[in-house]
Every structure is written in C-alpha cells, then in structure tokens.
C-alpha cells in the first residue's frame, strides 16, 4: 500500500517550453502533496505543498508563476515548470500525505530527472 | 527553525558489518523523525519513523533507530550490513510548529559497502 507514482520517469526539453509533470496516490487519497527538487549529490528541498481545491503554499525563493502546481482532485498533483531554463534542470520529487489517517508520514513518488537543453 | 544534521557524508563499511548513520536535530518543540533510503535514480523510501513511544524503533531491511530525546539524536544502525544497502540514507523531520507537516532533511549520508 501508499504506492505513489510520478509521470514522466525523465524528461528533455528545449529551453522556452513548459513541462508538465504528475504525481498520483495510487491506492490513497492525498489532501496534501508536496514538491521537493534535488540537484545532484544534495538533499531535498522542499518546493511548495500541493493543496486539493485550494492554491498551493511555496516556499521562500521559490517563483509560483515558474512553478505551477495544481491540484484538482484526490489523487493527482501536478507540477508544471513554465518556460524552462537549463537551471531548472533537477531531480523532481513529489511527496503525499494519506488522508485517511492522522499520520504524518510521507509517501515519495520514483521522481521525475528534467533535463532542459 | 528546526535543523537536522548528518555529519557523516559518506560512510564506508565492509560486508557483514555493523553500521550506525548518525542523525542529530535541532528544535524546540515536539517532532516526529524519520529515515528514508534512497537508491540511485529513484524516489525515497521509507525506512523507518517515530512518532511517539518505545524510543527504539525498527523499520524494514533490518534497520533500527533509536530517539535520544536529552540529545536530540536519531541515530540509525544495522548489525551486519549487505551490499545491497548501498544507497543514500536520509534523517528528516518534522515539526509540531508545522502541524507536522512539513519534512525538512538532513543532508544525507552515502553508505558503501564493499565485500
């Protein structure tokens, strides 16, 4: 159980154009998703925490217009880098909390690698 | 704000071997701690967590942690280690300031283990 998914595993794309990437609960329902990016050999940074039906928190420094997340429904967040810069290449991890119970755990989806050319 | 720190980077270990991945916090207020795994190229995996109780935790693959409260300590250890537990290993917490909420981490220690 607590099975998430992210889409796509890796992606290239040319500096300028947007890519859309989804995290799924699986077999859960998740109020709360979180987005953390890793550069290489570091640690996770939180990004922002994806709300259901509502906007999402991001954290300091980072820019909501470059980064938008959308959370329509209970089981899928996505994260959508807008105009993308070989800077914004990373390691992207999506997070989710189960609704269903008052734990705290987190469930990290496999990542999604972004290279932007 | 809550802090963790792994102060080991990288931690060495032959096969068979014990091993202790050390993980202190920073914080005023109740937490709840956590260690992930994470292979090359994957996502983090769940090791083990404590969120209230027994201070000696045990989690998947043979992996335990203990909560020092006094030293605000969560160091994580395996009696006798495989290759195969080669991977990055992550301390995180969370904050009663926070609802719980939020994970910060620590900045992660790379096990090796050689045959």
């Known amino acids: 159980g607590a099975v998430v998914s992210q889409h796509p595993s890796r992606v290239i794309c040319k500096s300028g154009t947007s890519v859309k990437i989804e995290c799924r609960s699986l077999?859960?329902?998740?109020?709360?998703m979180f987005w953390y990016r890793q550069f290489p050999k570091q640690s996770l940074m939180l990004m922002a925490t994806?709300?259901?039906?509502?906007?999402?928190?991001?954290e300091q420094g980072v820019e909501k217009d470059k980064f938008l997340i959308n959370h329509a429904s209970l089981t899928l967040s996505t994260l959508t880098v807008t105009s993308a810069h070989p800077e914004d290449s990373s390691f992207y991890i999506c997070?989710?909390?189960?609704?269903?119970?008052?734990?705290?755990?987190?469930?990290f989806g496999p990542g999604t690698r972004l290279l932007v050319l | 704000a809550q802090s963790v720190t792994q102060l080991d980077s990288q931690v060495p270990v032959f096969e068979e071997a014990p091993v202790e991945l050390r993980c202190n916090y920073s914080?005023?207020?109740?937490?709840?701690l956590f260690w992930y795994v994470q292979y090359p190229n994957q996502g983090l995996q769940l090791l083990l967590k404590?969120?209230?109780?027994?201070?000696l935790v045990k989690g998947i693959n043979g992996f335990e942690a203990e909560f020092n409260k006094s030293q605000t300590s969560f160091h994580l250890r395996k009696p006798s280690v495989h290759i195969s537990d080669t991977a990055e290993y992550f301390c995180?917490?969370?904050?009663?300031?926070?609802?719980?909420?939020?994970?910060?981490f620590g900045t992660g220690t790379r096990l090796l283990v050689s045959p």
């Open positions: 997070s989710a909390r189960d609704s269903g119970t008052s734990e705290a755990t987190q469930y």
């Open positions: 077999d859960f329902q998740a109020t709360t």
């Open positions: 994806s709300n259901e039906g509502s906007k999402a928190t991001y």
């Open positions: 914080s005023s207020v109740s937490v709840y």
């Open positions: 404590y969120l209230s109780g027994s201070t």
């Open positions: 995180a917490v969370s904050e009663l300031d926070t609802g719980f909420q939020k994970l910060v």
